[in-house]
């Protein structure tokens, strides 16, 4: 059965870093690109940002409004993904998932969610 | 970027209706579309890829069909589990982009 765990979300104040972990399993992590999506209450779904797997360099793609600030990693050896988030702002508060990119490049599986509020 | 549009944002439906729910692109996206599920405090759950393409376990009563920029989800026979968000994404270009939501209640 594929599981993604996030973990590492919580409250920062503006300004700060946060790294989020998603830990997968029931699945040959190290074959799949990775995404992060975000959720807010006002905006909806929201695309962060890929990393493709190893046979692809690890290239990473981002969206516009975290480029620069957000980095994706993986670390393949622990079937693990990263989401290292700086500069934060108040509105990078939100829920961020982690989920599986499939053959045809759309999410087929998604974790339960982190969230991540800016506030001072 | 590539906007996607989605109608109606809610509707409401009886148990053993038939919905659509339309989905539109700004500019062609072949068939790289795909559509979510999500239930209130849950995650998205991925059910159709490829525009009209199921995932595995999903049932039939759900169907997708179009191309290009105009798209359609259906659901026959709404059941009370349907009742949910249904987002449309489209993943034919960077940066990925969903719809704003379509929130299918109870009549």
């Known amino acids: 059965e594929v599981q993604l765990v996030e973990s590492g979300g919580g409250l920062v104040q503006p300004g700060g870093s946060l790294r989020l972990s998603c830990a997968a399993s029931?699945?040959?992590?190290?074959?799949?690109?990775m995404d992060w999506v975000r959720q807010t209450p006002g905006k909806g779904l929201e695309w962060v940002g890929r990393?493709?797997?190893?046979?692809?360099?690890?290239?990473?793609e981002y969206a516009a409004s975290v480029k620069g600030r957000f980095t994706i990693s993986r670390d393949d050896s622990q079937n693990s993904l990263y989401l290292q988030m700086n500069s934060l702002k108040t509105e990078d508060t939100a829920v961020y998932y982690c989920a599986r990119t499939g053959v045809h490049s759309d999410q087929d599986y998604w974790g339960q969610g982190t969230l991540v509020t800016v506030s001072s | 970027d590539i906007q996607m549009t989605q109608s109606p944002s809610s509707l409401s439906a009886s148990v053993g209706d038939r919905v659509a729910i339309s989905c539109r692109a700004s500019?062609?996206?072949?068939?790289?579309l795909a559509w979510f599920q999500q239930k209130p405090g849950k995650a998205p759950k991925s059910l159709i890829y490829a525009a009209s393409t199921l995932q595995s376990g999903v049932p039939s009563k759900f169907s997708g069909s179009g191309s290009g920029t105009d798209f359609t989800l259906t659901i026959s026979s709404l059941q009370p589990e349907d009742f949910a968000t249904y987002y449309c994404q489209q993943y034919n270009s960077y940066p990925l982009t969903f719809g704003g939501g379509t929130k299918v209640e109870i009549k």
């Open positions: 029931g699945f040959t992590f190290s074959d799949h690109y």
């Open positions: 990393i493709r797997n190893k046979a692809h360099s690890f290239t990473t």
């Open positions: 500019q062609d996206i072949s068939s790289n």
